[in-house]
């Protein structure tokens, strides 16, 4: 993207006597909205506008990279022409156009903001300032936000690292020049790139006017640019993948651990060692299994299929196809070489003979075979060696997303790099090998919700790094946990490494505490899959990616620019990663809260908005805020696989006011869910001691849609109701002590008929004053203290506060007095622990341990 900048031209104006308006009150299939010999104006939607100056008069309807939708949904646009000028007019803008002949220039062509949008006013040539960034092709070499490599001398450099413009910018407006953009053709597979064959001179502009309207804009580029496809369910999972010359007993080995370790596992990715790599056989670029490691390639994928795992295999495509490869003669003979030549076949990404060919002979056979997507590693020349200019990431990108989307019953996914503005139809980038250094990690929030201003909201990185720095020979696992924590808040959770020893990460290597806060965090993530799927979703149909800047929501409020390190999770959820070490076993955190109140779910605190916090997390806790009163669904402890369209829900209603959540259903992996959905409403409301919380009947319909579903609902942060019933009958419930949750069995309810829950509370039975953080970092401190000092003997209070949640369970209706005292304890903890026979050593521990 760039500003387009001229200069003046003066020309004599076109003189044309008639005067129309036109409203669009009928459908607008096309949004032209004005047209002469050498100009045409294009309403997108209400902030976007496509101007095109054409010398010869020929204009341009075929898709482009950026401008990839040619139809558009109807606006109310105002056009009023007096004969020397022409005014077009929407809710978001007014544009002024006084008629000639000549290209647009600052001195016919004016647009301003409309009335009610934070003003604007530009014109050809004018500077746009405060661009908001985008994303980069990759992060390859980056430490944080540096570059960092060894150069030829062996000497290691370093130097800022830089992000494309992205389409937001606090100037309120963005013009994207696509004068020389490649044009697509009207292929049904691949639409293939063609040149413009624009007259010199030509201009073809979309200008976004938004103001501060953030979301709003992202919306009208994707009317313009296509909608983000929503991920197959199961690229919400965790996925495996480490460069390591696995043998196919040692994935077979890998997967019995994970399930060994009761760790969930949705997606196995082989790299480059699937195939062979020795010199004879080509390296770094191969297209053959190595049937040294894998002796039968589809029997191994049936393997993979039976254990419900996805594959995908590592290409670098960029060496060709080679003599030795098992489909050499049929695409040498396709491409106009004789096989006994054994001559190279080179790799011309724009060629559309050789890239079907390549389909054709190797990766459709081996899709069949059991392949569920690719994962394109092209690393070596950014264009084309035929087609200049033509973006070879950009390029693959298209070719492989739509080879699978126009030939394949499964809904479409590519792992590739970031290839510039429109790559976004192409919806999951690899970010590349980035450094395994807190720097990194620091940097990870804001480039992943950074990306999602130009709608690449997908970014799925190498967790814990990919490289180490010089001198670094062991993994630091306070680091790595951290890393998978901030994983489970990612588009894409996904681990991998350099084929280093010390960078094995297979997680039963490391000790105890560290294989249980990952498969704490997996986990985790599979409980929030209904809750990240119901937001792609959103992202589909409204442009705004679940990882996102928090200036979409507040964009006149400065903190929300400042604190550039914490983002919005989906519409309910505040995540501000821990990005240092911990001191004394906690680490700190700063987080910007807007207003409103908000749930810290670690520690179980309702929190005012409209200030900064700055707050202590344990390796156990992470810094999650939940908007108050927030509905928010999530799967079963039980799930651990996510191909189930059946599989238990767990939905949680938060303290702090009324809420509502639209659940999103689909079939999970085809390609038909724009139409074919299902949307369950769910809705909370308190009044007074009473909560009311009600399932709406599901509406729509999907492929292999179960009837029936098997939910809870759980009530966070509050003491336990004195009644309960599900459609006015009396029921049951259980009590969770350690979460101070209500916890209502639905069973197998029927979707189609909706559902209600009243819940009768006593006075004041609101939790949600960090109790349960409280009560946590004791009972864990405690259950530490003995490896302390075996001998401990304790006294009354401090005894007793180990086993408040027994307590709870035991005497249910003297919760409130129970938890009062525990409180009271807590508050003068540093006194009962002086009180408390044992070494001062032991003590000063304790009081470390739990976070005074």
């Known amino acids: 993207m760039k500003n387009y900048g001229m200069k003046k031209i003066f020309t004599a104006c076109l003189t044309v006597l008639s005067v129309f308006s036109l409203s669009a009150t009928t459908p607008q299939t096309d949004g032209i909205v004005y047209k002469d010999k050498t100009k045409r104006f294009t309403v997108v939607s209400d902030g976007l506008v496509r101007m095109e100056y054409a010398p010869d008069g020929k204009f341009n309807d075929a898709p482009s990279f950026i401008g990839y939708n040619r139809s558009y949904p109807k606006t109310d646009a105002k056009v009023t022409d007096d004969g020397k000028n022409v005014t077009i007019t929407t809710s978001k803008l007014t544009l002024n156009y006084k008629k000639c002949n000549s290209p647009f220039s600052a001195d016919n062509l004016t647009i301003v903001s409309a009335e009610g949008v934070k003003p604007f006013e530009w014109k050809p040539g004018t500077p746009q300032k405060m661009n908001l960034e985008g994303t980069t092709r990759t992060l390859d070499w980056w430490n944080g936000d540096e570059l960092q490599w060894e150069n030829r001398e062996g000497e290691w450099c370093t130097r800022p690292g830089k992000l494309d413009p992205g389409v937001l910018a606090r100037d309120g407006w963005t013009l994207i020049d696509d004068s020389r953009g490649f044009l697509l053709d009207d292929d049904p597979v691949i639409p293939w790139v063609k040149k413009r064959k624009s007259k010199k001179g030509a201009q073809d502009f979309y200008f976004i006017g938004y103001g501060s309207d953030y979301k709003g804009a992202l919306k009208d580029f994707t009317t313009l640019s296509g909608k983000i496809p929503i991920l197959p369910r199961y690229a919400f999972g965790y996925w495996w993948s480490r460069w390591w010359a696995y043998s196919e007993h040692e994935v077979r080995q890998l997967i019995d651990n994970f399930k060994s370790y009761d760790i969930p596992v949705e997606v196995l990715v082989i790299d480059m060692d699937w195939h062979y790599t020795d010199a004879e056989h080509g390296g770094w670029t191969g297209w053959t299994w190595n049937r040294r490691l894998f002796p039968e390639p589809e029997k191994f994928l049936n393997y993979l299929r039976d254990r419900n795992l996805k594959v995908t295999l590592n290409l670098h495509p960029a060496s060709g196809i080679k003599k030795f490869e098992q489909a050499y003669p049929q695409i040498a003979r396709e491409n106009g070489v004789d096989p006994k030549t054994e001559k190279d076949i080179p790799w011309v990404s724009s060629d559309r003979t050789f890239i079907n060919s390549v389909f054709d002979h190797i990766l459709d056979p081996m899709t069949k075979e059991g392949v569920s997507f690719w994962w394109l590693d092209w690393q070596q020349s950014l264009y084309d060696s035929k087609m200049d200019s033509l973006s070879n990431t950009w390029w693959l990108n298209h070719t492989f997303f739509n080879k699978m989307k126009n030939t394949s019953d499964a809904r479409p996914i590519i792992f590739h790099r970031w290839g510039g503005l429109g790559n976004h139809r192409y919806q999951l980038g690899f970010s590349g090998d980035s450094y395994t250094t807190w720097k990194t990690l620091e940097y990870m929030p804001y480039f992943t919700s950074t990306a999602s201003n130009v709608g690449y909201g997908y970014w799925g990185h190498d967790i814990g790094g990919f490289r180490a720095l010089p001198g670094d020979s062991i993994i630091d696992l306070e680091l790595y946990t951290r890393f998978f924590q901030f994983g ?339 508050s003068r903890l540093k006194d009962i622990v002086a009180g408390q026979p044992m070494p001062e050593s032991a003590r000063k521990w304790f009081v470390k341990a739990v976070g005074l």
């Not at 240092?580 to 076993?585: E, I, L, M, T, Y």
């Not at 809260?593 to 916090?613: A, I």
């Not at 953080?773 to 490896?787: E, I, N, Q, W, Y």
């Open 488 to 826: 489970a808040y990612s588009p894409v959770m996904r681990t991998h490494s350099d084929k280093k020893v010390h960078l094995n990460k297979e997680p039963w290597n490391f000790d105890r505490e560290t294989l249980n806060l990952i498969r704490d965090a997996v986990k985790l993530r599979y409980r929030n899959v209904p809750y990240i799927y119901s937001m792609a979703r959103k992202t589909y149909d409204d442009g705004v990616s679940i990882c996102r800047p928090m200036y979409y929501e507040y964009p006149e409020t400065e903190e929300a620019y400042d604190y550039k390190g914490q983002y919005y999770f989906g519409d309910n959820m505040i995540v501000a990663p821990v990005v240092s070490p911990a001191v004394d076993g906690y680490s700190k955190i700063k987080v910007w809260l807007p207003e409103g109140k908000w749930y810290e779910e670690s520690s179980g605190t309702l929190l005012d908005g409209n200030r900064v916090y700055e707050r202590t997390m344990a390796m156990d806790e992470y810094p999650v805020y939940i908007k108050a009163g927030s509905v928010i669904p999530h799967h079963a402890a039980s799930v651990d696989n996510l191909r189930s369209n059946s599989a238990p829900l767990s939905i949680s209603v938060y303290p702090g006011g009324d809420g509502e959540f639209d659940l999103y259903e689909d079939f999970g992996d085809d390609d038909n869910y724009a139409d074919n959905f299902a949307v369950t409403k769910i809705r909370s409301h308190r009044e007074g001691n009473t909560l009311d919380i009600t399932f709406e009947p599901r509406k729509g319909s999907y492929r292999e849609m179960p009837s029936k579903r098997d939910v809870d609902v759980k009530i966070h942060a509050t003491l336990q109701p004195e009644k309960v019933t599900v459609d006015g009958m009396p029921v049951e419930y259980t009590y969770s002590p350690e979460e101070l949750a209500v916890v209502v069995d639905l069973g197998d309810y029927d979707c189609a008929k909706g559902k209600r829950i009243n819940m009768v509370f006593p006075e004041n039975a609101d939790e949600a004053d960090g109790t349960i953080g409280s009560m946590h970092r004791f009972v864990k401190a405690f259950g530490k203290l003995k490896d302390k000092y075996a001998e401990l003997e304790v006294n009354e209070d401090f005894g007793t506060m180990s086993v408040i949640y027994e307590m709870l369970e035991y005497y249910p209706t003297e919760s409130r007095e129970r938890l009062f005292t525990f409180r009271d304890k807590f």
